[in-house]
């Protein structure tokens, strides 16, 4: 079983910045890409950026040249770093994990909590 513990939510003002960090906690696996959601009520999730364990990136045409994700592979931490935030960008962002288990080689999908993102003045 993995965990993902997210933090960085909060309130911002319009042109402002937040990060969003998610850490994997757990033992037996070995993580794969991840990647950052973002969820608006009433609607499905949606891809916000994701990166592979080698580090490439992909962004939704809608955050590139404004947020930027990155990942530190010792622990498999994921940050979403998002600037010049908009009020657009206020929904509930959700980490998620692929990770394969090294016992099997089986794969499994794992989500966080979710953290709220608020972009109001």
């Known amino acids: 079983q993995v965990q993902l513990v997210e933090s960085g939510g909060g309130l911002v003002q319009p042109g402002g910045s937040l990060t969003l960090s998610c850490v994997p906690s757990?033992?037996?696996?070995?993580?794969?890409?991840m990647g950052w959601y973002r969820q608006y009520p009433g609607k499905q999730r949606e891809l916000v950026a994701d990166?592979?364990?080698?580090?490439?990136?992909n962004y939704a045409d809608s955050v590139k040249g404004r947020f930027t994700i990155s990942r530190v592979n010792v622990r498999s931490t994921v940050y979403l770093q998002m600037n010049s935030l908009e009020p657009e960008d206020t929904a509930v962002y959700y980490c998620?994990?692929?990770?394969?288990?090294?016992?099997?080689?089986?794969?499994?999908?794992?989500w966080g909590q979710g953290t709220q993102v608020t972009v109001s003045s």
């Open positions: 990166i592979t364990s080698g580090g490439i990136a």
């Open positions: 998620k994990a692929e990770a394969r288990r090294v016992l099997d080689r089986s794969s499994y999908v794992y």
């Open positions: 757990g033992s037996g696996f070995v993580i794969g890409p």
